[in-house]
C-alpha cells in the first residue's frame, strides 16, 4: 500500500510542479521551515535519492532535509523531476507496510503535498489518498489524550473515532482533512480551538493534535467548497461501539 501511495503522490506533485511559472516556484510555503516552493520540491527529490541509495544518515532531522534543499539549489525544476523520475522506482521498492507507524517516504509526501497545494491555494486531493494516514495519526493522538481525557470525534462522513480512553468527556465536529493536517502540525492552536467542539477544549487537549508539536501560526485553509462546512449533529451510521484510538 505505502508503495502504491507514494508513486501516485509523486506523479501528482511531479504532474503539479511542471506547470508551475517562477513566481509560484519561489513562492513561500507557509508550513515549511520558510522554504520556497521550489525547496519544497527540493527536499522531496533528495529523501527519495537517499532513501534509493541508503544515505540515511540523520534521517528526519532538520539537518538532513536541509542538506536535501542545499544540493539542489540551484537545479531548475525540470532537473529535479527528472531525478525524482530516475530514483523514485527504488525508493518505491524501499517502503513496505509495516512503516506506516512511523516515519516514511510516503507519509512525507502526503503531508507536504497538501503543504504545496494549499500554499498554491489549490483544493486538497480526494480522501482515499490520504485516509490511512489519518488512521494511524488519530491512533497517536489516542495514546498522548488516554491519560486525561476521551474525545469523540465525529467527521464529515458520519464517522465516529474514539481517541483516549473510557467514556468521551468532550465531543468534537470537525473535517477529516482538518484533523490530517492538525495532527501533522499543520494547523495552528488557534485554528483547532475554532472547530466544533462541546464543550470548549483544555489547553493541553488543543496541544496534543500537532504530531511535530504546537504551532501558533495560522495556515492556509483549502477553498471552501472542497471542505463540508455543514457538518452532521450526529452520525448518520453509528456503529454498535465506536473502536478505541
Known amino acids: 500500500m505505502l508503495e502504491q501511495t507514494y508513486r501516485a503522490a509523486r506523479g501528482r506533485v511531479s504532474e503539479l510542479a511542471a ?7 519561489l513562492m513561500l510555503v507557509p508550513a ?10 527540493a527536499h522531496l527529490v533528495g529523501g527519495a535519492s537517499d ?5 540515511l544518515d540523520g534521517v528526519t532531522s532538520d539537518q538532513w532535509t536541509a542538506r536535501h534543499v542545499e544540493e539542489r539549489r540551484l537545479n531548475p525544476i525540470d532537473e529535479l523531476l527528472a531525478e525524482w523520475d530516475r530514483v523514485g522506482p527504488a525508493a518505491d ?21 497538501a503543504d504545496l497545494r494549499e ?3 489549490l483544493p486538497h486531493v480526494d480522501r482515499e489518498h490520504w485516509q490511512p494516514f489519518l488512521e494511524v495519526l488519530m491512533l497517536h493522538l489516542g495514546k498522548r489524550l488516554r491519560h486525561f481525557t476521551t474525545v469523540l470525534i465525529h467527521d464529515e462522513l458520519g464517522q465516529q473515532l474514539h481517541c483516549g480512553s473510557g467514556q468521551p468527556v468532550t465531543r468534537l465536529h470537525t473535517h477529516g482533512y482538518e484533523l ?13 480551538a475554532a472547530w466544533g467542539w462541546t464543550p470548549d477544549p483544555s489547553e493541553q487537549m488543543i496541544r496534543s493534535f500537532g504530531f511535530f508539536g504546537p504551532r501558533n501560526d495560522d495556515q492556509p485553509i483549502p ?10 449533529s450526529e452520525p448518520r451510521t453509528p456503529p454498535a461501539e465506536p473502536a478505541a484510538r
Open 19 to 25: 506547470t508551475l511559472n517562477d513566481e509560484q516556484r
Open 32 to 41: 515549511t521551515p520558510r522554504w520556497t516552493v521550489h525547496e519544497l520540491l
Open 51 to 55: 532513501a534509493a541509495s541508503g544515505r
Open 93 to 113: 521498492a524501499r517502503l513496505t507496510d509495516d512503516q506506516i507507524f512511523g516515519p516514511n517516504l510516503a507519509a512525507d509526501a502526503i503531508c507536504h503535498e
Open 119 to 121: 500554499a498554491l491555494g
Open 180 to 192: 490530517l493536517r492538525a495532527s501533522f502540525s499543520r494547523r495552528s492552536q488557534r485554528q483547532i
Open 223 to 232: 477553498p471552501a467548497e472542497t471542505l463540508l462546512t455543514s457538518l452532521p
